[in-house]
Structures are given as C-alpha cells and as structure tokens.
C-alpha cells in the first residue's frame, strides 16, 4: 500500500536525521562571529573513556581502540 505522505527531505536524500542535525549544527557553528564561534565549536567536543567492569567495580579504563578490539572477538567467539 502506497503512502502519499510528504517524506522529509533529509530522508528523501538518503540521510539519518542525525546526520541532517550535525550538518545544520555545523553550518550554524561556522555562521557564529567571534568569540561566540569559539566558544560553540570548544563546546561541541566530547570526551569519555570505556572501563571494563568485573565483580561490581570498574577496572582501569583502557584506551578505546584496545575495548573495541575485546569486543569484537568477544563477538566473535559467540
């Protein structure tokens, strides 16, 4: 059965809303005068760190190329 919904145009594209938002994030960021493009484009980074928790407790956290190598062989053996 055939819909006559409007399709969004980032779906009609071939995008993720996702990847629609970033890039019109983005393109705002760059728009921005100083300081306030600065301060947007420091804002927009984002840190974490994975650890690997055995009995309740979180062990070292390792760096995250060496987790996701543990967790694709772990994928793997399954």
Known sequence: MASNAAVPFWRAAGMTYITYSNICANLVRN???EPFKAESINR?????SLS???DG???KPGSFL???IQLCSNLIEI
Not at 44 to 48: A, D, G, L, S, Y
């Open 52 to 54: 690997k928790w055995s």
């Open 57 to 59: 407790k979180p062990q």
């Open 31 to 33: 728009c921005l005068k």
């Open 44 to 48: 927009e980074k984002v840190h974490f």
């Open 66 to 68: 060496t987790i996701l």
